[in-house]
Nanobody, 125 residues
Framework: QVQLVESGGGLVQAGGSLRLSCAASGRTFSSYAMGWFRQAPGKERESVAA????????YYADSVKGRFTISRDNAKNTVYLQMNSLKPEDTAVYYC??????????????????WGQGTQVTVSS
């Protein structure tokens, strides 16, 4: 069983920064791509960013490109999401998830088999 635990959320003013962390249990973390998703109230969960097993390839939603950076430390079984220049529309619960490795696109939620409990990010204007 894999457990994913997010941390680092909070309240920040527009233009500020936060770094989210997602710590994974298990010895196979480095074998899997990982993704970050977010869900705002009343909206569907949407993809934010993803990273392949080695960290050599990253993917971003257009809405966060240039502001967010995904990275990972396989020695620490942790994936990060550095969020800069935050906007009120970035307010959401952020989730990390493990990519099973097959599906149509990194944005496809059905690719992901394990999910964390989420961490709240609130950006005030």
């Amino acid at each position: 069983q894999v457990q994913l635990v997010e941390s680092g959320g909070g309240l920040v003013q527009a233009g500020g920064s936060l770094r989210l962390s997602c710590a994974a249990s298990g010895r196979t973390f480095s074998s899997y791509a990982m993704g970050w998703f977010r869900q705002a109230p009343g909206k569907e969960r949407e993809s934010v960013a993803a990273i392949n097993w080695s960290g050599g390839s990253t993917y971003y939603a257009d809405s966060v490109k240039g502001r967010f950076t995904i990275s990972r430390d396989n020695a620490k079984n942790t994936v990060y999401l550095q969020m800069n220049s935050l906007k009120p529309e970035d307010t959401a619960v952020y989730y990390c998830a493990r990519d099973r490795g097959y599906g149509s696109s990194w944005t496809d939620k059905s690719r992901y088999d394990y999910w964390g409990q989420g961490t709240q990010v609130t950006v005030s204007s």
